[in-house]
């Protein structure tokens, strides 16, 4: 009977303390009403009748009474946290709410002051982030990230002292990095990228952490100085890239660092310098990118000690002409960009050698010679376009295309054979390639000829096409004969589809000018500092793919430019001239030869000139920096984008003051605005917001002045570097 007793005892002891469990102000009733609320009531993986400590991600005390640890990651909870659920979790050490979709924070969570770890990354909370984050004076670990905060950090971040994890980044926090995070001296990651934060860094921000291994500022728009990064002696990681920062790139090799993204700021130097004035350990660099800065010299050769490197980015920068560095030896290299490097010369076939390369961008360069064959197996971008490669693609390489992620051979003098490759592909990957297949134009003249009445078919339509050749060069003889107009400016994307390369359409078919020439090797072409070299008009439609599409520059009022090299690495410009073919031969070449003998430091020098039948052919030294154009809308040297005509732009506008002035030039359109203090409306829309715009409606005053219809009433350059000069004084 006693045996019984004190059973029933027991069980009712075990009762009683699970109700008591259930009482309200326990930490058991806050979590399981905290679950409930958000939605969770009816999953099997909590057992609501017995207590939350036994539940999974729950961590309690030893004594079962405070829970210490919660991790409801990726539960699908959403909507606000209520009130009185696990803010009033007194002795909660660890909390992981992330992966969910809460979108507000209860009004007693900062009083949490025994948490060390809080993550509610990736969520939709929104709102600003208030100074009670004071109260969370014990946190090891902040984790916010991809939510939707706003305003500023609050400068309360100061009492986490023992702060070793901050992570904030993609949000919308806004104006300056507080300088309270300088207390935070126990830090070793900070991640602030992809916020609106502007501003200087906090004075002593370097020395303020030294403990800091990595640091992450990307996709902001900080400013500061190379001094302010250099302080960092820990570093193994950093990202600064996509902000305002400037000084020189040398001092920032340093230390242990493994992964550094500087790109996209205002860093100069000399890149080959850091190897012999740094201590640096080479070989520690696993990844770097530099690209988009002012780096200048020469791109150091010499990687021997960097065989850990996986990822190089130099693009986008300033360097001198080089040859191609010598990378072989980078057997790890993963990812390789130099584009827009000024490299120079041939692609070393030593590049096979990455045998682990899966991204390789050499375009916007002035690489010549072949494609070597490119054995990289794992090779999957692979970017070559805007330079001046000719010969065939290596079949060895197109075998390769349908497994690539993306690949671009465009705006070379390259030939292929590539009947299986899509039209639309043709366009884009291939723009300007010659397709040398036989019959490459209809590939399905391939198939198997089934019967006479299919070659009836063909016959017919090679008629169709000679009657339209013929009413074309009609066409052609009656513009000719008619009045010279301003030259077109076309409004076409390299990429699109061009049924015809160049403004006459330059195929070599019977139906063109190149065709006219019948013997090109008998043409030949002058150039004056070097009358020695036997350069004749094949070596010019050599060196600009026949005048194809690939090779154009740009298309003016005096007729097309296209680029290319010469024998001997003669870069130039060829420009077709439109006007000029009513003059003989010898006049021609009599004015041209004056045009030669012109020098003067603000005018691009004629290096020679080609008289090939009624086409009159100029040839400058090609120039690397592009045209205005490409300086305002910062677009790639040597590429054709689609950008509106600035005529365009301007007279679209409904108040249209000078319809007549219109139809004839847009210089004495301009002109007429200024006379009658209306400049603005001259002003490209897409400059607008680029610069103060009363700079604008001076520089235009200036123009108006240089325009003058007579010669004697236009200010000298003196006088008009003056006149610029006092624009800028007057800013200041």
């Given at each position: 009977?006693?045996?019984?007793?004190?059973?029933?005892v027991?069980?009712?002891?075990?009762?009683?303390k699970?109700?008591?469990?259930?009482?309200?102000n326990?930490?058991?009733?806050?979590?399981?009403d905290?679950?409930?609320?958000?939605?969770?009531?009816s999953?099997?993986a909590?057992?609501?009748?017995?207590?939350?400590?036994?539940?999974?991600?729950?961590?309690c005390d030893?004594?079962?009474?405070?829970?210490v640890?919660?991790?409801?990651?990726?539960?699908g909870?959403?909507?606000?946290?209520?009130d009185t659920?696990?803010?009033k979790?007194s002795?909660?050490?660890s909390?992981?709410?992330?992966?969910?979709k809460i979108?507000?924070?209860?009004?007693?969570f900062?009083?949490?002051s025994?948490?060390?770890?809080?993550?509610?990354s990736s969520?939709?909370?929104?709102g600003?982030?208030?100074n009670?984050?004071g109260?969370?004076?014990?946190l090891?670990?902040?984790d916010?990230s991809?939510?939707?905060?706003s305003?500023?950090?609050?400068?309360a971040?100061?009492?986490?002292?023992?702060?070793k994890?901050?992570?904030?980044d993609h949000?919308?926090f806004?104006?300056?990095?507080?300088s309270?995070?300088?207390?935070?001296?126990?830090?070793v990651?900070?991640?602030?990228s992809?916020?609106?934060?502007?501003?200087?860094l906090?004075?002593?921000?370097?020395?303020a952490?030294?403990?800091?291994?990595?640091?992450?500022?990307?996709?902001?728009?900080i400013?500061?100085?190379?001094?302010d990064?250099?302080?960092l002696?820990?570093i193994?990681s950093l990202?600064?890239?996509?902000?305002?920062?400037?000084?020189?790139?040398?001092?920032?090799?340093?230390?242990?660092?493994?992964?550094?993204?500087l790109?996209?700021?205002?860093?100069?130097?000399h890149?080959?310098?850091?190897q012999s004035i740094?201590?640096?350990?080479w070989?520690?660099?696993?990844?770097?990118?530099?690209s988009?800065?002012?780096?200048?010299?020469e791109?150091?050769?010499?990687w021997?000690?960097?065989?850990?490197?996986?990822?190089?980015?130099?693009?986008?920068?300033?360097?001198?002409?080089?040859?191609?560095?010598?990378?072989e030896?980078?057997?790890?290299l993963?990812?390789?960009?130099l584009?827009?490097t000024?490299?120079?010369?041939?692609?070393p076939?030593?590049?096979s050698?990455?045998?682990?390369?899966?991204?390789?961008d050499?375009?916007?360069?002035?690489?010549i010679?072949?494609?070597?064959f490119?054995?990289?197996?794992?090779?999957?971008?692979?970017d070559?376009?805007n330079?001046?490669?000719?010969?065939?693609?290596?079949p060895?390489?197109?075998?390769?295309?349908?497994?690539?992620e993306?690949?671009n051979f465009?705006c070379?003098?390259l030939?292929?054979?590539?009947?299986?490759?899509k039209?639309a592909?043709?366009?884009?990957?291939?723009?300007?390639?010659?397709n040398?297949?036989?019959?490459?134009?209809n590939?399905s003249?391939?198939?198997k000829?089934a019967?006479d009445h299919?070659?009836?078919k063909?016959?017919l339509?090679?008629?169709?096409?000679?009657?339209c050749l013929?009413v074309g060069?009609?066409?052609?003889?009656?513009?000719r004969?008619?009045?010279?107009k301003?030259w077109?400016?076309?409004?076409?994307?390299?990429?699109?589809?061009?049924n015809?390369?160049?403004?006459?359409?330059?195929h070599t078919?019977?139906?063109?000018?190149?065709?006219?020439v019948k013997?090109?090797?008998?043409?030949?072409?002058v150039?004056?500092e070097?009358?020695?070299?036997?350069?004749?008009?094949?070596d010019?439609?050599?060196?600009?793919?026949?005048?194809?599409r690939?090779t154009?520059?740009?298309?003016?009022k005096f007729?097309p430019v296209?680029r290319?090299?010469?024998?001997?690495?003669?870069?130039?410009?060829?420009?077709v001239?439109?006007v000029?073919?009513?003059?003989?031969?010898?006049?021609?070449a009599?004015e041209?030869?004056y045009?030669?003998?012109?020098?003067?430091?603000?005018?691009?020098?004629?290096?020679?000139?080609?008289?090939?039948?009624?086409?009159?052919?100029a040839?400058?030294d090609?120039?690397e920096?592009g045209?205005?154009?490409?300086l305002?809308?910062?677009l790639p040297?040597g590429?054709?984008?689609?950008?509106?005509d600035w005529s365009?732009?301007?007279?679209?506008e409904?108040?249209?003051?000078y319809?007549?002035?219109?139809?004839?030039?847009l210089?004495?359109?301009?002109?007429?605005?200024?006379?009658k203090n209306k400049?603005?409306?001259?002003?490209d829309?897409?400059?607008?917001?680029?610069?103060?715009?009363k700079q604008?409606?001076?520089?235009l005053?200036?123009?108006?002045l240089?325009?003058?219809?007579?010669?004697?009433?236009?200010?000298?350059?003196?006088?008009?570097?003056?006149l610029?000069?006092d624009?800028?004084?007057?800013?200041?």
């Amino acid at each position: 009977m006693g045996l019984g007793v004190f059973g029933s005892v027991l069980v009712l002891t075990l009762f009683f303390k699970h109700l008591a469990c259930q009482q309200p102000n326990t930490d058991d009733f806050f979590v399981s009403d905290f679950f409930k609320k958000m939605g969770l009531a009816s999953s099997k993986a909590y057992n609501f009748s017995s207590s939350v400590c036994s539940w999974q991600g729950v961590t309690c005390d030893a004594k079962r009474e405070h829970v210490v640890g919660l991790v409801v990651s990726g539960m699908g909870l959403s909507g606000p946290i209520p009130d009185t659920t696990i803010g009033k979790l007194s002795k909660i050490q660890s909390l992981d709410l992330s992966n969910n979709k809460i979108t507000d924070l209860p009004s007693d969570f900062w009083s949490l002051s025994f948490l060390k770890s809080l993550n509610l990354s990736s969520n939709q909370i929104s709102g600003s982030l208030t100074n009670n984050i004071g109260n969370f004076g014990l946190l090891e670990v902040f984790d916010l990230s991809s939510n939707n905060f706003s305003g500023e950090i609050p400068e309360a971040i100061s009492s986490s002292v023992s702060l070793k994890v901050l992570k904030l980044d993609h949000n919308k926090f806004e104006q300056s990095i507080p300088s309270g995070i300088l207390k935070c001296q126990s830090l070793v990651s900070i991640d602030l990228s992809s916020n609106q934060l502007s501003g200087a860094l906090p004075d002593g921000f370097g020395a303020a952490f030294p403990k800091l291994t990595s640091l992450n500022l990307a996709g902001n728009n900080i400013y500061g100085h190379d001094s302010d990064i250099s302080g960092l002696k820990s570093i193994v990681s950093l990202n600064i890239s996509g902000n305002s920062f400037q000084g020189s790139v040398m001092s920032m090799f340093q230390g242990r660092l493994e992964v550094m993204d500087l790109s996209r700021n205002q860093f100069q130097g000399h890149i080959s310098q850091v190897q012999s004035i740094s201590n640096y350990n080479w070989s520690h660099l696993v990844y770097l990118d530099l690209s988009e800065n002012q780096l200048s010299g020469e791109i150091f050769q010499n990687w021997n000690e960097s065989q850990n490197l996986k990822h190089l980015n130099l693009a986008h920068n300033r360097f001198t002409r080089q040859k191609f560095p010598k990378i072989e030896m980078l057997s790890g290299l993963e990812y390789l960009n130099l584009s827009k490097t000024s490299l120079i010369s041939y692609i070393p076939a030593e590049i096979s050698q990455l045998s682990n390369l899966k991204t390789l961008d050499i375009s916007m360069n002035h690489l010549i010679g072949q494609i070597p064959f490119l054995r990289n197996k794992n090779l999957q971008i692979l970017d070559l376009s805007n330079n001046n490669l000719s010969g065939e693609v290596p079949p060895s390489v197109l075998e390769k295309l349908p497994w690539m992620e993306k690949y671009n051979f465009s705006c070379n003098n390259l030939t292929l054979c590539a009947l299986e490759i899509k039209p639309a592909i043709l366009k884009t990957a291939f723009f300007g390639l010659v397709n040398s297949c036989p019959i490459a134009a209809n590939p399905s003249l391939f198939k198997k000829r089934a019967t006479d009445h299919k070659g009836m078919k063909l016959a017919l339509a090679l008629t169709l096409s000679m009657i339209c050749l013929l009413v074309g060069l009609l066409f052609l003889a009656v513009s000719r004969l008619r009045k010279t107009k301003s030259w077109p400016v076309k409004q076409s994307s390299y990429k699109e589809e061009q049924n015809m390369s160049g403004p006459f359409s330059f195929h070599t078919d019977s139906t063109t000018w190149v065709a006219d020439v019948k013997q090109p090797t008998s043409v030949p072409v002058v150039i004056f500092e070097k009358p020695l070299l036997n350069i004749t008009f094949a070596d010019l439609l050599a060196a600009t793919s026949n005048f194809d599409r690939g090779t154009l520059l740009a298309e003016g009022k005096f007729g097309p430019v296209y680029r290319g090299f010469l024998p001997g690495g003669i870069h130039v410009a060829v420009k077709v001239l439109v006007v000029g073919s009513t003059l003989t031969d010898k006049e021609a070449a009599r004015e041209l030869e004056y045009l030669g003998r012109i020098k003067h430091p603000n005018l691009v020098p004629l290096t020679g000139y080609c008289v090939a039948g009624d086409q009159r052919i100029a040839i400058y030294d090609y120039m690397e920096n592009g045209n205005l154009q490409n300086l305002l809308y910062d677009l790639p040297l040597g590429v054709l984008q689609r950008t509106d005509d600035w005529s365009t732009d301007t007279w679209e506008e409904d108040d249209n003051d000078y319809p007549d002035e219109k139809e004839t030039t847009l210089v004495s359109w301009v002109r007429g605005l200024v006379r009658k203090n209306k400049a603005s409306r001259a002003i490209d829309p897409k400059i607008h917001d680029t610069g103060p715009e009363k700079q604008m409606e001076e520089a235009l005053k200036i123009g108006y002045l240089c325009t003058a219809d007579l010669p004697s009433k236009r200010p000298s350059m003196q006088q008009i570097v003056g006149l610029l000069k006092d624009i800028e004084l007057a800013a200041n």
